[in-house]
């Protein structure tokens, strides 16, 4: 048996990725955002701008990760095979989610930026802030599915020789 360890390293910068830009969003949209109401205008953009000159390097680190990664994931799934009746499910679920995904990166890429073409959307921040957490909630949620949509893979461990390796004649300690 061997391990796949571009795939593994794949799902990793995925959900690493994912955890980084759905988390952020939660705090800046629940934690970070409120407490900002309560300083003066110029320490709140002081305070803005720090955060942002920071943040925006993990957004778009996330994004290309799970861009990059989310392909690969893809098309390593697509390989293995989907048995024809979930072939349709599992295609039309992607798509939602690949789709949902471009907003969430092109909404968390205009808070962040300094276009002067999307700054009415930063003066909205709360709006959009809770727009991509949403978005970022049901994407992580058709991901759950995805996961569980069957393959025509060869499991690594046939499960009646896992369970019989398992048995306890063989697991029984010498007495």
């Not at 679920?93 to 999307?118: C, T, W």
């Not at 959307?121 to 809770?130: G, P």
Request: net charge positive.
């Amino acid at each position: 048996m061997e391990l796949d360890y571009l795939g593994i390293l794949s799902r990793w910068m995925h959900i690493l990725a994912a955890i980084t830009a759905v988390g952020g969003t939660i705090f800046v949209r629940v934690a970070l955002l409120p407490s900002l109401a309560v300083l003066a205008d110029d320490q709140r953009k002081a305070l803005h701008e720090q955060v942002r000159s920071r943040w925006i390097k993990f957004v778009m680190g996330a994004i290309a990760f799970l861009l990059v990664s989310g392909l690969y994931n893809f098309f390593a799934r697509i390989n293995s095979g989907i048995p024809r009746p979930y072939a349709g499910l599992y295609h039309a679920l992607f798509g939602m989610k690949f789709l949902l995904a471009l907003v969430i990166f092109f909404v968390a890429s205009a808070l962040v930026g300094r276009s002067p073409a999307l700054a009415t959307m930063r003066r909205n921040a709360k709006f959009w802030l809770t727009l991509n957490m949403v978005l970022a909630i049901v994407v992580v949620c058709i991901s759950g599915v995805l996961r569980f949509v069957p393959s025509n893979a060869k499991p690594a461990v046939q499960p009646a020789a896992a369970v019989a390796a398992a048995s306890p004649a063989k697991l029984a300690l010498p007495r």
